[in-house]
């Protein structure tokens, strides 16, 4: 599960970090809490020099209205299913992320919101699929987030994760053939990952400010007490 995305990065540093220009309508604004329905940046196989908007949740092509969409795919079975079919073929994206956020219910209680970051790398890319719902009077470019089985960080906290790509594999993942592009979707390989938890401010998707990533207590730790091995 993928349901809650960030990228604040200036806007200079992202088109430098991703060899690629913003050309969105209305500009770049940094986000701190992006949430499904809302526009997320990515990168298209089609424009791989352009970062552009789309909506966050593939929207059924045999839908007849639109909606708020598919927001992640399974990667081990979105080859198989209609609704992503196309898109697998032939539709990869790269979505820039400064962070995720995941949940973790400790013994069933309350949740608990943590920031997924890579430390040494102020933005990186987790892989998806694009597609263009039509309408009879509007046309809506959409994106889904493919998810994996959770690496040894994650497992702590979910058991799902984005599929958070090296950076090495960020070309192939927009270039490479379907099947090349099956076996990239693994749970991330590096131990460049780290977790700490954050604020319940979180929860609210208009909680779009700075403070959202702040640790909580103001005591950014890591997850070595949760860790599975």
Same mark, same amino acid.
């Given at each position: 599960?993928?349901?809650?995305?960030s990228? =604040?990065i200036?806007?200079?540093?992202l088109?430098?970090? =991703?060899?690629?220009?913003?050309v +969105?309508?209305?500009?770049?604004?940094?986000?701190?809490?992006?949430?499904p329905?809302?526009?997320?940046?990515?990168? !298209?196989?089609?424009a791989?020099?352009?970062?552009?908007? =789309?909506?966050?949740g593939?929207?059924?092509f045999?839908?007849?209205?639109?909606?708020?969409?598919?927001?992640?795919?399974?990667?081990?079975?979105?080859?198989?299913?209609?609704v =992503?079919?196309?898109?697998?073929e032939s539709?990869?994206?790269?979505v820039?992320?400064?962070g995720?956020y995941?949940w973790?219910?400790?013994?069933?209680g309350?949740k608990?919101?943590y920031?997924?970051?890579?430390e040494?790398?102020p933005a990186?890319?987790?892989?998806?699929?694009?597609? *263009?719902w039509e309408?009879?009077?509007?046309t809506?470019?959409? *994106? +889904?987030?493919l998810? !994996?089985?959770p690496?040894? &960080?994650?497992?702590?906290?979910?058991?799902?994760?984005p *599929?958070?790509?090296?950076k090495?594999a960020?070309?192939?993942? &927009?270039?490479?053939?379907?099947? +090349?592009?099956?076996? &990239?979707c693994?749970?991330?390989?590096?131990?460049?990952?780290?977790a700490y938890?954050?604020?319940t401010?979180?929860?609210n998707?208009?909680?779009?400010?700075?403070?959202?990533?702040?640790p &909580?207590?103001?005591?950014q730790s890591?997850?070595g007490?949760f860790?599975?091995?």
């Open positions: 599960m993928c349901g809650r995305n990228l =604040f200036d806007q200079a540093d088109e430098a970090r =991703f060899d690629a220009e913003v +969105t309508d209305g500009g770049y604004t940094p986000r701190y809490n992006i949430a329905g809302d526009d997320l940046h990515i990168i !298209t196989n089609e791989p020099d352009e970062i552009n908007a =789309f909506h966050w593939l929207i059924p045999w839908a007849d209205e639109p909606e708020e969409g598919i927001i992640n795919a399974r990667s081990e079975t979105a080859d198989e299913k209609r =992503f079919k196309q898109a697998w539709r990869p994206c790269l820039p992320s400064s995720f995941e973790k219910s400790p013994n069933g309350s608990q919101p920031r997924i970051y890579r040494d790398d990186f890319a987790m892989a998806g699929l694009w597609d *263009v309408g009879a009077d509007e809506i470019s959409c *994106v +889904t987030i998810t !994996t089985e690496n040894n &960080l994650m497992n702590s906290i979910y058991d799902r994760m *599929v958070v790509l090296p090495d960020e070309s192939d993942w &927009l270039a490479a053939d379907p099947d +090349t592009r099956k076996a &990239l693994q749970p991330y390989p590096n131990d460049d990952l780290d938890e954050i604020s401010r979180v929860n998707p208009d909680n779009d400010v700075p403070r959202v990533i702040e &909580l207590d103001h005591e890591g997850l007490e860790s599975s091995g």
